[in-house]
């Protein structure tokens, strides 16, 4: 079955713009995690969303917001983009039911604020 | 803040070798999870252990963990080219269901 799907892979935004990243999960998951990756930082948790649900939060600035929609694909949006925002943003989706869920993650989008 | 810290952060060997990278977490787990990310890429899942596990094995991989020293390693026996890449632990602690990242072990596999 067909994988994790973000769009787009890459972009490229000036500073003060907005962006929307989007992600598919998988068939079936119901738990969609965002994360955010830039050099040497490893993984910062942003949201997870479950059933159209934000069921976790993340230690980020009002400007990052997500939502989830009922064929449980789901969008990231970052307002008033700064030059530190830059970064490879991960999605990734799970059953999301139980702990121990293994989480599948998208190729990630590579954003760029210039 | 990250629960996991992996150690080393780098570590660089030849092929052929065996690779062996250590995680500490800081509280009690259900679960702890090792995942592979190839350099800009998304990351995959390996193995995940339970708390009430002390070794696991797939294929290659051996992974272990002492809940009493809240530590888990991962060995990778006779290393590829193609295992070139950052391998991170993650954690879940709680019923919320949110992994806790270690910041990452960058594994160089020299040929």
């Known amino acids: 079955k067909a994988g994790v799907t973000q769009t787009p892979r890459y972009l490229i935004k000036t500073r003060g713009q907005q962006v929307t990243l989007s992600c598919s999960p998988i068939?079936?998951?119901?738990?969609v995690s965002w994360y955010q990756q830039t050099p040497g930082q490893g993984l910062q948790f942003l949201f997870e969303?479950?059933?159209?649900?934000?069921?976790n939060k993340g230690n980020f600035p009002g400007r990052f917001s997500g939502r989830q929609f009922s064929n449980s694909r789901s969008e990231m949006n970052v307002s008033t983009l700064e030059l530190g925002d830059s970064a490879l943003y991960l999605c990734?989706?799970?059953?999301?039911?139980?702990?121990?869920?293994?989480?599948?993650f998208g190729e990630g989008s590579w954003l760029t604020v210039v | 803040s990250q629960q996991g810290e992996e150690d080393p952060q780098a570590l660089s060997i030849q092929e052929g070798e065996n690779a062996t990278m250590n995680c500490s977490y800081k509280?009690?787990?259900?679960?702890l999870q090792w995942y592979r990310q190839n350099s800009g890429r998304g990351l995959v899942h390996l193995i995940l252990i339970r708390s009430n596990e002390r070794e696991k094995h797939s294929g290659r991989l051996r992974v272990t963990l002492d809940t009493s020293k809240k530590s888990s390693s991962l060995l990778i026996t006779a290393s590829r080219a193609a295992d070139t890449a950052s391998y991170f632990c993650?954690?879940?602690?709680?019923?919320?269901?949110?992994?806790?990242w270690g910041a990452g072990t960058k594994l160089i596999i020299k040929p």
């Open positions: 969303y479950f059933s159209e649900t934000q069921r």
């Open positions: 509280t009690s787990i259900n679960n």
């Open positions: 990734a989706s799970s059953k999301g039911q139980r702990s121990g869920n293994t989480i599948y």
């Open positions: 993650a954690t879940d602690m709680d019923s919320n269901y949110q992994l806790i």
């Open positions: 068939s079936g998951h119901r738990s």
